[in-house]
Nanobody
Framework: QVQLVESGGGFVQPGGSLRLSCAASGSIFSINVMGWYRQAPGKARELVARISSGGSTTYAESVKGRFTCSRDNAENTVYLQMNSLKPEDTAVYYC???????????????WGKGTLVTVSS
């Protein structure tokens, strides 16, 4: 069974940095787009960044220049390096990936359980 497991969340002061990781495991044939979404209290889930299998990236305007999304295809892992963090970055961050499981004929969208990032002084 395919699953995504995030790590790296925590508490950081404004201006600080954190690095999130998300590893896909299970019987995987291929992984297409991987990325990160976040959901702050009382708000809808929103895209933060995503990266194609070829390395093309897309970022939310609010994080451009501060966050970097990368991936290790050999390890089925996606990362989110977050610098210059602001209190408004506080949210639960969810990993997302389009994965074709072994013996499957189509991609399916998978979500991790989320990791909390708190930015506060």
């Amino acid at each position: 069974q395919v699953q995504l497991v995030e790590s790296g969340g925590g508490f950081v002061q404004p201006g600080g940095s954190l690095r999130l990781s998300c590893a896909a495991s299970g019987s995987i044939f291929s992984i297409n787009v991987m990325g990160w979404y976040r959901q702050a209290p009382g708000k809808a889930r929103e895209l933060v960044a995503r990266i194609s299998s070829g390395g093309s990236t897309t970022y939310a305007e609010s994080v451009k220049g501060r966050f970097t999304c990368s991936r290790d295809n050999a390890e089925n892992t996606v990362y989110l390096q977050m610098n210059s963090l602001k209190p408004e970055d506080t949210a639960v961050y969810y990993c997302n990936a389009n994965i074709r499981a072994a013996a499957s004929h189509y991609d399916r969208n998978y979500w991790g359980k989320g990791t909390l990032v708190t930015v506060s002084s």
